[in-house]
């Protein structure tokens, strides 16, 4: 029985193991947060058409950033963000009106800003000797058996924390900013590869046999930009946008540990199916490389991506009706 259970715990180390290796390469981010979370965020029950003052910074955090890129000035009309696919300039970014931005503009801009380096070149956990960056650790959250990886639920727990004191001491600004960035991580928790980055097997044999390792890292690149391919290029780009428009608003709890907790098992459950149909459609393209627009295209254009495509809808209605509900409820305690 010991010999059992000391095998158990190599086979689980190796494990965590591979799985940290072969995340070094990967920028843990679930593409177009910026295009998606406008989408939902305009067809919420909740007014959000009203300008905003923009006020200055004056929190006192306990997480650490790397300064460089945590910016504290508004930067509406800058279109600040990286744009992995190279999307055209959508949403619209205004700059702002007399010290004033609107708050559905407010919310969507800022979505993308936790991958503009705030988490990166940090020392946050002793697994990130292993991982060689800090930005999985606050975008993810594994669960291995017995072990559990990464804060990603933490990030989304901290920032709507930031976002309850700004909104009770009358800081409308903050108070909608550092809840764009809750979003974000949210958003992250539920792209399956967040929650698990192949099967075991996979992962095992990553340890020995780098183009297992390589496929899978393309693999977590590829689905992070299916969404975005999905927003803007897909020919099935309006159905998406209605499905998002049209998703009704779906109360998880008031209890965001809950709430959070619920998405990741959701996410985690639904791993298995989208990384089998992600391989099928694109096959030995993941070993040599992330696959690119005309990729998509023409693998959608051949039938490739039907049934990713259902899944990753059922993902879209449920992430959807999951954060309408989260920001209706919550937006109605503190709107004026």
Not at 65 to 78: E, H, L, M, R, S
Not at 106 to 125: H, K, T, V
Not at 154 to 164: E, N, P, R, T, W
Request: proline fraction near 4%.
């Amino acid at each position: 029985m010991k010999l059992i259970k000391s095998y158990e715990k190599v086979i689980v180390f190796g494990f965590v193991f591979s799985i940290l290796l072969m995340t070094q390469a990967v920028i843990f981010a679930w593409s177009g947060h910026e295009v998606y979370t406008y989408f939902l965020a305009k067809s919420l029950n909740v007014p959000l058409d009203k300008l905003v003052q923009i006020t200055p910074y004056s929190y006192k955090e306990t997480r650490v950033y790397n300064t460089k890129y945590y910016y504290t000035y508004d930067f509406a009309g800058q279109r600040k963000f990286f744009d992995p696919l190279n999307i055209s300039e959508f949403p619209e970014d205004k700059p702002a009106i007399d010290g004033k931005i609107p708050a559905l503009q407010l919310l969507s801009i800022y979505a993308q800003f936790p991958d503009f380096g705030m988490d990166e070149g940090l020392n946050l956990s002793p697994m990130q000797a292993l991982i060689g960056n800090s930005q999985g650790v606050r975008h993810m959250r594994y669960k291995l058996g017995i072990i559990e990886a990464f804060e990603g639920d933490k990030s989304f727990l901290y920032f709507v924390d930031m976002s309850k004191k700004a909104f009770e001491k009358g800081d409308e600004y903050w108070g909608y900013r550092f809840l764009s960035y809750a979003l974000h991580y949210i958003e992250d928790l539920f792209q399956p590869y967040h929650e698990s980055p192949g099967t075991f097997w996979e992962v095992l044999t990553s340890l020995f046999d780098k183009k297992v390792m390589k496929m899978l890292n393309n693999a977590h690149y590829t689905y992070d930009n299916y969404l975005v391919y999905l927003l803007v290029y897909s020919k099935n780009r309006e159905e998406v946008v209605k499905i998002i428009e049209k998703t009704p608003a779906r109360y998880v709890s008031k209890n965001y540990e809950k709430l959070i907790n619920e998405v990741m098992m959701y996410s985690y459950s639904k791993f298995p199916q989208v990384h089998s149909e992600l391989k099928k459609a694109f096959g030995d393209i993941l070993y040599e490389r992330v696959p690119e627009i005309e990729d998509f295209r023409k693998l959608e254009e051949e039938g490739k991506f039907d049934k990713l495509y259902s899944v990753t809808k059922d993902i879209i209605i449920v992430m959807t009706g999951t954060i309408k509900g989260f920001l209706e409820e919550y937006l109605k305690s503190y709107q004026k």
